[in-house]
């Protein structure tokens, strides 16, 4: 069956079928991921056969894996992902190494901003990271705060952070250790153009930067200024070629760059940035 299965999503234009038609018959089956590879030939029953089906075709619709099964994997840890939230991706995980690399000691009590916190997939690790640490994740969407929290409770953290309905910095008080953020950075006109499993699965409003892509960061900029504490770092994802930008972007709010760090794919993802005048 599975066999079929792949070979229909190859049929259908999906490029990773085989992996998806495992996955998701996995799922189907609420089995761990070596199981099928030890049980080839399970038969399995009229109920799941169906089930199978119906999820193969949303795969075939362009509805990512991840959506369909509900979880993806972010830093070793599961998160909950629903149409309301950004599929986390590995190129964020550069972020979250940025952060390890830069504060090596796990014991500090940090205070941790998340501005656009979506699934929580950022500040729910970097709480895992630093278990003496608190959080604070803002979102303008209250159904990707819903899922958040519900990240946050399964991960065993919800004594350590907090979740608010508001844009960006603004309504927030205090001063933070670490800013995390990886706004919305596609240009405007681009949208159009992205694969299906991105444009008609994760929230517009995560992925649209308007014009030039780089409005997020003019409104984070001062917001950022504000809301550091004097020796606080800010580790900030950015879209492809945007590093000249946004560092003078921020540059021009009074924060200076301490570097670029590259994902996997090297390209220039996470800018490291301090207050230049503290
Ligand atoms: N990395 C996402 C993409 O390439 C975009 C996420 C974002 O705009 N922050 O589709």
């Not at 409005?215 to 001062?222: E, G, I, S, T």
């Not at 504490?229 to 000249?244: L, N, S």
């Not at 972007?249 to 994902?263: A, H, M, P, Q, V």
Request: aromatic share 8%; with cysteine; hydrophobic share 40%.
């Amino acid at each position: 069956m599975l066999i079929e299965a792949a070979a229909y999503l190859k049929e259908q234009g999906i490029s990773s079928h085989k992996l998806d038609a495992r996955l998701l018959l996995q799922h189907v089956l609420n089995q761990p991921t070596e199981f099928l590879l030890r049980e080839p030939d399970h038969q399995c029953t009229q109920d799941q056969i169906a089930t199978y089906e119906q999820l193969l075709h949303r795969r075939a619709e362009r509805e990512p894996v991840s959506k369909i099964i509900g979880v993806r994997e972010f830093w070793g840890l599961p998160f909950k992902v629903t149409q309301d939230v950004l599929d986390p991706r590995p190129d964020s995980e550069t972020l979250i190494e940025a952060v390890r690399n830069t504060l090596p000691d796990s014991n500090q009590v940090y205070y941790i901003l998340d501005m656009g916190v979506g699934s929580g997939c950022l500040l729910l690790s970097l709480l895992k990271e630093y278990p003496q640490a608190t959080g604070v994740g803002v979102d303008m969407s209250s159904a990707a705060l819903a899922v958040a929290q519900h990240n946050a409770n399964a991960l065993g953290l919800t004594q350590r952070v907090q979740f608010m309905q508001t844009s960006w910095g603004q309504d927030l008080t205090g001063q933070f250790d670490i800013i995390v953020s990886n706004p919305p950075y596609i240009p405007h006109q681009i949208i159009e153009t992205l694969e299906q499993e991105v444009k008609q699965f994760d929230p517009v409003s995560a992925l649209d930067g308007g014009e030039d892509g780089l409005d997020c960061y003019r409104q984070l900029a001062p917001e950022i200024v504000r809301l550091l504490k004097p020796d606080g770092y800010v580790f900030i994802e950015i879209g492809q070629g945007q590093e000249r930008d946004v560092e003078s972007i921020f540059e021009n709010s009074g924060l200076k760059i301490l570097s670029w760090k590259k994902d996997l794919q090297g390209i220039a993802r996470c800018g490291v940035f301090q207050l230049a005048n503290p």
